[in-house]
């Protein structure tokens, strides 16, 4: 008859139950351990070389800030290295920027409302002035172009803001540069773009242009009136002293009237024949009058 010793299943084995393990599981654990440490050092480096890196812009310059003041010069264009946790990198524009300032209203100096807007064109020359010096050097640079519009709206003349925009230009860049300057700004140009007048005042300048042309019209017109007659003048002492002119000139004019192809022709009468005929009349007239005047006479003569 066979016995059968009975096997407990989950029984430690007389090595575990004494606490020791295979060296070669031991030795694989510390291999583990390790490579998850290095696995996590190593992304944790990575990490942090990522959020040390910065790359600058061929247009830009980047401003350091190590714990709140600005480390050395701004950075060139390019890859920048940074302390992460220390590095705080601001980045500056140093493109030309437009700056469109709104419509002003303003009195001009000859008591006028207009309505002016401008354009500003300016550029960061001094990244550590433009963000250390002023707190935003955008809404700074707007607000005195805005003023110093106004400036000008009330030191210039309707003329001045409709003819002489190039000087206005100029006074109102060197306005807006003097606070500019101290913020590392400089301005390239500056430029009034559009001036709007009232309706009433557009009518009467419509009106006063309208007159002005009407009176040049006249002038010309009584110029061209005085030169036609200065050579009428001297075509007449030329025909006056050449009879025959006249009436060559008579005939060229009944030419020049035929070729028309008119039904009825008017034919001018001579003058010098006019003339004629009243110094022929006037002499007749005083003919008569010296014979009568000598009938009386003889009469009383005759009588003793």
């Keep these: 008859m066979d016995h059968t010793i009975p096997t407990v299943v989950g029984a430690a084995s007389p090595d575990e139950r004494g606490g020791r393990r295979d060296p070669a599981e031991s030795g694989a654990t510390i291999m583990e351990t390790l490579l998850v440490i290095l696995v996590v050092v190593g992304i ?75 354009v500003v064109y300016f550029r960061v020359i001094d990244p550590v002035q433009a963000i250390v010096g002023v707190e935003n050097y955008r809404f700074a640079m707007l607000q005195v172009a805005q003023a110093s519009l106004r400036r000008t709206i009330g030191e210039s003349q309707l003329d001045d803001l409709l003819s002489h925009r190039e000087r206005l ?82 005939l060229e004019t009944v030419v020049e009237v035929a070729a028309e192809k008119n039904s009825t022709l008017v034919l001018p009468f001579p003058v010098e024949l006019l003339r004629f005929l009243d110094e022929r009349a006037k002499r007749d007239a005083a003919r008569r009058t010296q014979a009568d005047d000598t009938v009386p006479q003889a009469r009383g003569a005759s009588q003793p």
């Design 169 to 250: 230009n100029e006074g109102l860049e060197l306005m807006i540069d003097s606070p500019a300057a101290s913020w590392g700004i400089h301005i390239d140009r500056v430029e009034i773009k559009d001036v709007a007048l009232p309706e009433s005042m557009k009518r009467a300048m419509s009106r006063q242009a309208e007159a002005e042309r009407e009176r040049r019209g006249r002038v010309i017109a009584a110029e061209g009136e005085l030169q036609a007659s200065e050579k009428l003048s001297q075509a007449a002492a030329t025909m006056a002293g050449t009879p025959a002119a006249l009436q060559l000139r008579l």
């Design 44 to 118: 944790a480096l990575v990490v942090l070389l990522a959020s040390s890196i910065r790359i600058v812009r061929q247009y830009e310059r980047g401003l350091v800030f190590r714990f709140g003041r600005v480390a050395r010069l701004p950075r060139e264009p390019g890859l920048a290295l940074i302390v992460p946790g220390v590095d705080r990198m601001h980045k500056v524009n140093m493109q030309v920027v437009t700056l469109p300032v709104p419509a002003q209203d303003g009195i001009t100096r000859d008591n006028v409302t207009v309505r002016v807007d401008a």
